[in-house]
């Protein structure tokens, strides 16, 4: 008897126990004030696997980066806040003279950053590989005094072993390199015999957010470094979509053919700004503090009145939500047409909502998305949004051969946001990353003519025809929708 009253009491206190960490688990996700598909799809993964569940959300259902970098964020605010006070003085580069189109996103990255549009920049598009890799050696090639460079993905092979090469040579003379590659995206690369010539070399390599299962009580695992960018004498960035990869040899395993991919090429004023967001990140992971550029360190008079920019730059620690802001006000601006590329489209609610309102206003809203993917999940949750956008009045093509990793949006043939941000919830809400808004019509053509091409080579989504899929298809879209808040 007494047995059964000791086992009764144990049950009982394991049973209140699993309940009051369920429950708070919940309250902690409700009170995130998150978007509602997030929460109701993290609410039915704890109380399907009860205590997994909350393991994994624990794991991966919060962006924390830790006391350390919290600390760190914190110590470096008084000092980034200095800087654009300072750079806000020199008014000569700065402008609110903006189109129309454009007003209403420089209005919002006035309010969040204090800064105005950045004018007096020269930029050029580049969309081909060899493109990219050539200007890129070349710059490396000229630079006198430093590089810093971040990446997700570092893929030794092809011209990448150029890139290295490159900085081993600016190193030798006399050149201070700096590399942060992430710990995920690079994994491969950190153990090659590639990174250990590239350190032996002198150039400094930093491990981004390490992937380390006994941090997981202490930092989000999936958390990721997703810049793309690179800086030569404080003068010369890059950024855009392409890691230091050669499409000939990267993930050929996964058969979607070679990626395709854009980078900018950037001179003038905004690449100050570049430079302090990168200071940031090294000073965020390292503890490390890099001296900021010199406000006025541009090699040449800046272009008067061309190509008008603002850098928005997201991650834990940054402006939260700033990105997904700026798409949000972007789409709402849009008043003709506006065209989006994306690998990866997994929209937040609001997006979905605002793109489906656009069309129905009657803006061309066109989304371009590789028809092969590298992510099996990525490529099926997408597919679980395609009938809602058709049904709003959405044009989705799907781009052939190749696999499309550019991300861009053009509104309009005059406003081009182009950056390392998809439209999923990882890039919306979490990892780092950045993205250029350029209002100059130039370039906006520029990037027209391209998208002009991807359009030429993608296959129409019809209305009709995506309603005949077979079943087992919109269960297994269903099925991966269900994680689509998570992904």
Known sequence: MQFTSFHALISTLIFLTYWLIIVATTLRIVFKRRPTTYVIAWMLVIYILPLIGVFLYFALGEAHLGQQRVKRAQKMRPTISKFINRLSEFSDIFTSNVSLVSKPIFQLCKHQTGLDGINGNHIELLSETNEIFDRLIEDINKATSNIEMV??????????????????????????????????????????????RMRDAGIIIVEALQVNLLRFMFRR????????????????????????????????????????????????????????????????????HLTLPKITDFAEPPEDKKHIMQLIASGPGYMENMIHQVLLTAIYSAQEQIIFTTPYLVPSDDILHAVCTAAQRGVEVIIIVPKNNDSLMVKWASRAFFSELLNGGVKLYQFNDNLLHTKSVLIDNQLSLVGTVNLDMRSLWLNFEITTVIDDVEFAKSLSVLLQKYLSNSDSIKTDEWNQRPIWQRIVERLFYFFAPLL
């Open 151 to 196: 990446f997700y993905i570092w893929n030794e092979g092809g011209r990448a072993d150029e890139v290295e090469q490159a900085l081993i040579q600016a190193t030798q003379r006399g050149v201070t390199c700096r590399l942060m590659v992430d710990s995920a995206g690079s994994r491969h690369f950190i153990k090659t015999n590639a990174s250990k």
């Open 221 to 288: 695992l999936d958390l990721r470094q997703h810049r793309k960018v690179a800086i030569i004498d404080n003068y010369i960035s890059y950024t855009g979509s392409m890691n230091i990869v050669d499409p000939r040899f990267f993930k050929q395993n996964k058969h979607v053919g070679e990626w395709v991919d854009i980078m900018v090429r950037m001179n003038g004023p905004v690449t100050t700004l570049m430079s302090a967001i990168y200071a940031s990140d090294w000073e965020l992971e390292t503890g490390k």
